[in-house]
Nanobody, 125 residues
Framework: QVQLVESEGGSVQAGGSLTLSCAAS?????MAWFRQTPGKEREGIAS????????FYGDSVKGRFTISQDNAKNTLYLRMNSLKPEDTAMYYC?????????????????????WGRGTQVTVSS
């Protein structure tokens, strides 16, 4: 069983920055970040393979968010810059032992077997 533990989110003003982390209990090949707001589907925002050599970003965050990994710590990060009120959501870490994170299905939440509990990010205008 893989456990994923996200760091606490937070509240920031628009234009600000925030970094989330996700600690995995084991070394795992694919990790990703998703977010969700009430009444909407879970949105894939970034994925990375273990080496960090292959990353994908959703259009809504491209150029503002950066995904990275510290393999020695089995930890995934999401650096979020130029935050907007529409970035307000519950953010989830996801992981899978397969290669979904480097495929065209990277943003499909159904392709990930393991999930963190989520952490709230609120961006005020």
């Amino acid at each position: 069983q893989v456990q994923l533990v996200e760091s606490e989110g937070g509240s920031v003003q628009a234009g600000g920055s925030l970094t989330l982390s996700c600690a995995a209990s084991v070394d795992i090949y694919c990790m990703a970040w998703f977010r969700q707001t009430p009444g909407k589907e879970r949105e894939g925002i970034a994925s990375s393979n273990r080496s960090g050599g292959r990353t994908f970003y959703g259009d809504s965050v491209k150029g503002r968010f950066t995904i990275s990994q510290d393999n020695a710590k089995n930890t995934l990060y999401l650096r979020m810059n130029s935050l907007k009120p529409e970035d307000t959501a519950m953010y989830y870490c996801a992981a899978d032992r397969g290669a979904v994170c480097i495929s065209g299905s990277w943003s499909n939440p159904n392709m990930y077997a393991y999930w963190g509990r989520g952490t709230q990010v609120t961006v005020s205008s």
